[in-house]
């Protein structure tokens, strides 16, 4: 009975780190889908899924990101401060609702953040979107879809170069998030 309440300790607070650091490819959806790479998805190695091609690049980036930062070390360090608050002969406190709060607070949490890391790209693709249609209201001899495709690929690479540097800034504050949610739940799961 205790492993099995090890094993769903283990699952939670993975799943809610995995969460987490998912934002960042929710985030490449959504640039992915403004772009026009909506079509074209990359197999995920880890999950076996689709994934949109910059969520793909800008997760990979986070993961080099955590690694650089010596951020595993931190994961097993959460290891080691899960079996300090929640003690081994200690159940789990499913009966108070506050671990229920507190998933959904972190998937408000991911949301916000992948909200946030695509706001600069997909408002830049916005105003290329009323550009063409302007532009395919004034000249309807010119055909926007052939123009309006690698023009949008184009100024979405060019902003995506630009800010790369603040999405690092915002990589560590998903990286804090994630240290933040995992020894949260922990003691969420612990209290008594």
Same mark, same amino acid.
């Given at each position: 009975m205790l492993m099995l309440k090890e094993a769903i300790t283990g699952l939670f607070i993975g799943l809610l780190a995995y969460v987490a650091i998912t934002a960042v490819q929710v985030a490449g959806g959504f640039i992915d889908f403004q772009m026009g790479f909506a079509i074209a998805n990359v197999v995920d190695?880890?999950?076996?899924?689709?994934?949109?091609?910059?969520?793909?690049?800008?997760?990979? !980036?986070?993961?080099? /990101?955590?690694?650089?930062?010596?951020?595993?070390? +931190? *994961?097993?360090?959460?290891?080691?401060?899960?079996?300090q608050a929640i003690e081994i002969d200690q159940f789990l406190q499913f009966q108070n609702e506050s671990?229920?709060?507190? !998933?959904?607070?972190? /998937?408000?949490?991911?949301f916000i953040?992948?909200? +946030? *890391?695509?706001?600069?790209?997909?408002?830049?693709?916005f105003l290329v979107d009323v550009a063409l249609g302007i532009i395919a209201r004034t000249v309807p001899q010119l055909n926007v879809f052939v123009v309006g495709l690698p023009l949008k690929i184009f100024v979405a690479l060019a902003v995506l170069t630009i800010v790369m540097g603040f999405y690092v800034l915002l990589i560590e504050e998903i990286f804090d998030l994630v240290l933040e949610t995992m020894r949260g739940f922990i003691d969420v799961l612990g209290r008594s």
């Open positions: 190695p880890q999950t076996g899924a689709q994934s949109p091609l910059i969520g793909q690049y800008l997760y990979t !980036v986070t993961l080099l /990101f955590i690694l650089v930062t010596d951020g595993h070390h +931190l *994961m097993i360090d959460g290891i080691f401060y899960s079996y671990w229920i709060e507190f !998933v959904i607070y972190t /998937f408000n949490e991911m953040s992948a909200f +946030l *890391m695509a706001l600069p790209l997909v408002g830049c693709l």
